[in-house]
């Protein structure tokens, strides 16, 4: 077992932990660090492969070296006292040459999921009017005529249902990640609630509602519940799309839009930039252009379509660095 300043000479620019945990170019690595050194560069001695030495420092769990009392720090000395195994310079080869090639399936695959991301962004831009507009910049073929002029509020009708948790209406959280969700470990907090918990109501939601939070508007927090009947915080407004003008996916892309979410900031109202929020009734005022629905069904499927092909990424994305760390655990000692 070597010490990481035995595997390693202090010169070149082969890895390097900056200020604020960046790495020089040509390889990155994030450490969640300010070193107290400026600048602390390494290139492997001889017989010492680098892609196996760039993994080693991936793996090292940075924080367990903490030296600071505050603002987090790491000294080049405390990073030379850090061991490592090291294998034979051939299977150093090896690994580093193994885990190179993964780290470069895992970019490609993050590069295709960012420019689904950008091609949706695009479309919601495109597919919907700008501003005062009649129509979009781009069309489905066979739609055409002007879009009705509607209020938000003709299509989206506040609802305030108390209910109790239970089997059938489970407690859920609403994120701006993933919208209406199942609680995790981190979210459950029914430990702390005293008293009576199964005569304790809460605001009941359903399939298709749009659901989002006043105070969190700014930050993307609204979205069509695709989780079903549950029952969350009392602080998320809900709303029952008027299916008679509209349909809910049709809807959901309307209002999740960034150009959407930035005009609505034009009624946000509070002293605390935290705090500031935008009211339901501010928001059901809002004008909301509407084609027939022949032309939302269109329009809300190939979103869709659209976000079922980015979900599929973003899996695939996220099992590969699972297996990755994985890797990382069981290849080095």
């Known amino acids: ?14 890895i390097g932990i900056g200020r604020k945990g960046t790495i020089d170019k040509p390889y990155l690595l994030k450490a969640p660090f300010w070193t107290v050194d400026t600048l602390f560069y390494a290139t492997p001695q001889t017989n010492n492969d680098l892609q196996f030495t760039l993994a080693i420092f991936k793996k090292i ?23 490592a195994f090291l294998p034979s310079f051939k299977e150093q080869e090896k690994i580093g040459s193994f885990f190179q090639q993964l780290d470069d399936t895992i970019t490609l695959h993050q590069r295709k999921l960012d420019k689904l991301k950008r091609l949706k962004q695009g479309y919601l ?23 009705k002029q509607s209020l938000l509020g003709e299509v989206l009708n506040e609802k305030n249902v108390q209910h109790p948790q239970n089997e059938e209406y489970p407690l859920v959280s609403f994120t701006v990640e993933k919208g209406v969700t199942p609680k995790t470990d981190r ?16 605001k ?41 003008l509209a349909y809910p996916s049709f809807v959901e892309k309307f209002v999740t839009r960034r150009d959407f979410i930035q005009y609505s900031l034009q009624y946000q109202q509070g002293t605390v930039y935290e705090r500031q929020s935008v009211s339901s009734e501010d928001l059901l005022s809002l004008r ?9 069904v269109k329009i809300g499927s190939f979103f869709s379509q659209l976000d079922s092909l ?24």
């Open 187 to 202: 979210y459950e907090r029914e430990q702390l609630v005293k008293g009576d918990k199964v005569a304790k109501k809460y």
């Open 288 to 296: 909301m252009p509407l084609p027939n629905k022949e032309e939302q």
């Open 61 to 83: 769990n940075w924080k367990k070296y903490d030296e600071s009392t505050g603002v987090p720090s790491l000294s080049k000395k405390a990073i030379n006292n850090i061991s």
């Open 310 to 333: 980015i979900t599929l990424h973003q899996s695939k994305l996220d099992n590969m660095k699972l297996i990755k760390q994985a890797l990382l655990q069981k290849m080095f000692i």
């Open 204 to 244: 009941a939601t359903e399939l298709d509602d749009i659901v989002y939070n006043p105070a969190n508007l700014k930050f993307g927090a609204i979205a069509r519940n695709k989780y079903g009947k549950a029952v969350f915080s009392p602080i998320y407004v809900t709303f029952r799309v008027n299916e008679e």
């Open 125 to 147: 831009q495109q597919l919907f009017p700008k501003n005062d507009k009649k129509v979009p910049r781009i069309r489905f073929a066979n739609f055409e005529g002007d879009w």
């Open 1 to 14: 077992m070597l010490s990481v300043s035995e595997a390693l000479s202090e010169k070149n620019d082969a």
